[in-house]
RNA sequence: GCGCCUGUAGCUCAGCUGGAUAGAGCGACGGACUUCUAAUCCGUAGGUCGCAGGUUCGAGUCCUGCCAGGCGCACCA
C-alpha cells in the first residue's frame, strides 16, 4: 500500500526534476509512513524535509514544487497537503481502501506475502543443541524464532532451508557415555562416586534404565573402552530422539539434521583446513595449528588442531560453514544464544577468509529467558542439571502461549516467560486475547448462518455501505499486513508479528462493540461480514507465521 | 580490564532506515452484559525516554563520555 504512495511521489519528484524545479542526482529514499495523528491524512512522506537542505530552499517550497505533480482529486487521492514544516499529507478515498481490502479473500492465506526475498537461497541453523541433554528453556526460544523467522522468510520471498547441527562427536559425548555407564553400574547395584565433571542430570538415569530395560546386566564387569562406544550411541541416540520429540509437539520441524560426524567422512574438515591454508591463514605454533583470525576483526587468533593431534569444535563448524557456502546458500543466517556471542566473530572472520563479503553471514544472537511464576523467579542451576526443560514448560502452557511468549519480545532483549499468566485463560493473556478474536470472528459468522447469511465474496460484495471511520481503521491496519512481513523479515525481527496481530485484534474487539454485524440491514450485514472475514484471514495468516492455532471456537 | 546486548509509566515491553503532541499490556481506580462469545469494551491516573555533552531545521532513535544490569573473553563444545 505505501508502496503505491511511494511510487506517486517517485513519478512527481521525476517530473519536477525534468520540469527543472528540483535538482537532485542520488537515488532519494522516499519515506512513506502513517501519521499518529487525526487530520494529517492517510499517508504522509518527509522527502520534502529531507531534500530541503540540498535545493537550499525551505521545505514547504520544495513540498509544493513536489505536490504540484501529485495526482490528486482522483478516485484513489483525495487530496494532497502540505502541513507542519513541510510534510506532504495524502488523503485516501474510500474507493481506494474497500478496492483493496477485497485482494484480501482474493490471496486468501497468501496474503501479507511479498517479494522482497527475490527467491534468494537462505539457509536458516538454529537450536543446534548438543544431545547430551533434553532442550530446555532457552533453547525454545531459539526455536520458536528460528522456525517462526523461516516462516516469515517464506512469506517475504525467500527460499528457506532450514537445518539443525548435531554436535554428535567429540569429548563430551565420551562423556555422556561414560555418565550413562556409571548410572547403569549404580541402578544395579554398585556404589558410584560421580565425578562432577560429567552429566549429573536425572535423564541420564532415564537412559541408563532404559538400557537395563533392553540389556539387562550384560556390560556388568566390562571394561569402559569395551562398552562406551555402545554407551555413548545409546545415549545420544535416545537424547537426540527426545529433542526431536519435544520439537515436534512444539511445531518446529527441520529440512535437515546435519551431523558433525559426517564432515569426518571423507575427509572434509581436514579439506576445509587445506583450503584455508592454501589461502595463508593457517600457521602452525607451539605444537598446534593456528587460523589467523586476527587478520579480520577477531581479536586474536584461533586453534583448529590442538596439541594432542584433535581438531577443535571451531575446525569442524568451519568445514560446516564452508558446506553451507559450497550448496549455493547467498545467506547463511545462525541463530545463537547471546552466551557465543564472543564466538561471532572468529566464525565472520571465517567466512571472510573464505573470500565472501561480511553480509554472507548473519548470527542472530538470542538472548535468555527468565522464567517467573507471577513475581516470583523461578531459579535454574545449570550446574546441578536441574534445569526447567521446555516438555515441561509446554506440558504446563500449552504450545501456542509458549511459542507466543517467546515470539512476543524482540530477540536481543531478555524475556520474562510469565508461566502464571501464559497459562491462565483470561484477557490478560496476549494469546488468548489474540485467539479470542478470530474464534468469535467465527461464531459471529456460525450465528449469521442461522439467518442465512454467508459471506459474500468479493466480486458481488457492495462494499459501499461501509462508512464508520473506524471500519476504515480497521481496513488500513489489515493492509499493513505486506509491509509488516517485508520489514521484520529484512531486519530478521519476528516480534514485530505479535504486536502487529495485537494492535489489529484490539482494533477489530473495539469494533465489534460499538457496531452490530448481523442486523436487519441485510447488505450492511454482508458487508461488515465480509469485513470481519478479512480481519479473520489477517489474523490467521499472522498466526500462522508464529506457529500459533487460530481456533474456530474457544 | 576488553567486547556484545540492554536501560522508555509502579511492573513487562513497543517505538519501523531521526520527523508532527512518546505508545501498548499488566497492575490501580471508575463504568458497560434482556442484544452476534464480557476470554470483550469504554474511561481516569501514571513519563526529566539511565546521566552529561555533541551532531541538525528536528534526537527515545545518530556520535562521545560516564553510571547500572546481563552475557562473554579456552589448545570446551
Request: charged share 25%.
Amino acid at each position: 500500500m505505501k508502496h503505491h504512495i511511494r511510487q506517486l511521489i517517485a513519478e512527481a519528484l521525476e517530473q519536477a526534476r525534468s520540469a527543472g524545479d528540483l535538482q537532485y542526482d542520488s537515488e532519494l529514499d522516499i519515506v512513506v509512513e502513517k501519521p499518529k495523528n487525526e487530520g494529517q491524512g492517510d499517508f504522509s512522506t518527509t522527502v520534502a524535509l529531507i531534500l530541503a537542505k540540498s535545493q537550499k530552499k525551505n521545505p514547504r517550497a520544495v513540498a509544493e514544487s513536489i505536490r504540484k505533480y501529485l495526482p490528486s482529486g482522483n478516485s484513489e487521492v483525495a487530496s494532497v497537503e502540505i502541513a507542519g514544516p513541510g510534510f506532504i499529507n495524502f488523503t485516501m478515498t474510500r474507493e481506494f481502501f474497500l478496492s483493496r481490502l477485497k485482494d484480501i479473500p482474493r490471496q486468501g492465506d497468501r496474503f501479507g506475502n511479498v517479494n522482497v526475498g527475490k527467491n534468494e537461497k537462505v539457509l536458516l541453523e538454529f537450536v543446534s543443541a548438543n544431545p547430551t541433554g533434553p532442550l530446555h528453556i532457552g533453547h525454545g526460544r531459539g526455536a520458536a524464532v528460528g522456525h517462526s523467522l523461516s516462516l516469515l522468510l517464506k512469506r517475504a520471498g525467500f527460499a528457506v532451508e532450514t537445518e539443525y547441527y548435531v554436535n554428535d562427536v567429540g569429548n563430551q559425548m565420551n562423556n555422556l557415555g561414560r555418565s550413562t555407564w556409571l548410572r547403569y553400574r549404580e541402578l544395579l547395584g554398585e556404589a558410584i562416586e560421580f565425578p562432577d565433571d560429567l552429566y549429573r542430570g536425572e535423564y541420564v538415569k532415564g537412559t541408563a534404565q532404559e538400557i537395563i530395560d533392553e540389556k539387562g546386566k550384560e556390560f556388568l564387569g566390562k571394561s569402559e573402552e569395551e562398552v562406551l562406544p555402545f554407551f555413548r550411541k545409546f545415549a545420544s541416540d535416545s537424547i537426540l530422539n527426545g529433542i526431536r520429540e519435544d520439537l515436534n509437539v512444539f511445531g518446529v520441524t527441520f529440512d535437515r539434521w546435519f551431523s558433525e560426524g559426517s564432515l569426518y567422512e571423507g575427509d572434509r574438515v581436514a579439506k576445509a583446513v587445506d583450503w584455508l591454508k592454501d589461502k595463508g591463514y593457517v600457521y602452525e605454533k607451539d605444537g598446534a595449528v593456528w587460523l589467523r583470525s586476527s587478520d579480520f576483526e577477531d581479536e586474536k587468533d584461533r586453534v583448529l588442531v590442538k596439541q594432542t593431534g584433535e581438531r577443535t569444535y571451531f575446525c569442524s563448524d568451519i568445514a560446516y560453514h564452508k558446506d553451507k557456502v559450497d550448496r549455493g546458500f547467498s545467506k547463511i543466517i545462525d541463530l545463537w544464544g547471546a552466551d557465543h556471542h564472543g564466538y561471532v566473530p572468529r566464525m565472520q572472520a571465517v567466512l571472510e577468509a573464505m573470500g565472501y563479503s561480511k553480509d554472507v553471514f548473519k548470527v542472530l544472537l538470542v538472548q535468555f529467558v527468565t522464567l517467573v511464576r507471577g513475581k516470583e523467579k523461578v531459579s535454574m542451576s545449570t550446574r546441578s542439571g536441574e534445569f526447567i526443560t521446555l516438555a515441561e514448560v509446554l506440558q504446563e502452557v500449552g504450545v501456542d502461549a509458549a511459542r507466543y511468549f517467546f515470539l512476543m519480545r524482540s530477540s536481543d532483549t531478555h524475556l520474562d516467560f510469565d508461566l502464571e499468566l501464559a497459562k491462565e485463560e483470561a484477557p490478560e493473556n496476549p494469546v488468548f486475547y489474540i485467539q479470542y478474536a478470530h474464534a468469535r470472528i467465527c461464531s459471529i459468522f456460525r450465528n449469521a448462518g442461522e439467518s442465512g447469511l454467508t459471506v459474500p465474496g468479493p466480486e458481488e460484495v457492495d462494499l459501499s455501505v461501509i462508512e464508520e471511520a473506524d471500519a476504515f481503521s480497521l481496513i488500513q491496519k489489515m493492509l499493513a499486513l505486506p509491509e509488516v512481513i517485508e520489514k521484520s523479515a529484512l531486519a530478521f525481527e519476528v516480534h514485530r508479528v505479535p504486536h502487529f496481530l495485537h494492535d489489529l485484534v484490539s482494533e477489530f474487539h473495539s469494533y465489534y462493540a460499538k457496531h452490530r454485524v448481523v442486523s436487519e440491514d441485510r447488505s450492511l450485514s454482508l458487508a461488515r461480514m465480509f469485513l470481519l472475514n478479512c480481519v479473520k484471514t489477517t489474523i490467521a495468516n499472522g498466526l500462522s507465521i508464529m506457529g500459533v492455532s487460530a481456533p474456530d471456537k474457544m
